[in-house]
């Protein structure tokens, strides 16, 4: 009979649950960050109404616990808030 240790057995059932817990995030936040590309999309809106794609500065590539507190940021084109 093989134990698997409670981190394993979760991983097994869940994965992207048990990476969350191991990087201290919430699983909400771990699937944006990976939905993301694990970089930190600017918050503003273009003309056209639409979520704009552009990274914040140093928002690319980052952990998911920098991802979260960048989250809501701006980027150039937008810091001022200026609609592109």
Known sequence: ?????PE????????????????GVSLRAYLLWKEEE???RCSALT????????????GRNVTPN???KMTG???ETH???NKA
């Open 8 to 23: 394993l057995a979760e991983y097994e059932t869940n994965p992207d649950s048990a990476i969350a817990k191991s990087l």
């Open 47 to 58: 003309a056209k109404n639409k979520r704009c794609k552009n990274i914040v500065t140093g």
């Open 66 to 68: 920098i991802w979260e």
């Open 79 to 81: 810091e001022n808030g």
């Open 73 to 75: 940021q701006y980027c």
């Open 38 to 40: 694990f970089s930190v």
């Open 1 to 5: 009979m093989t134990y698997l240790s």
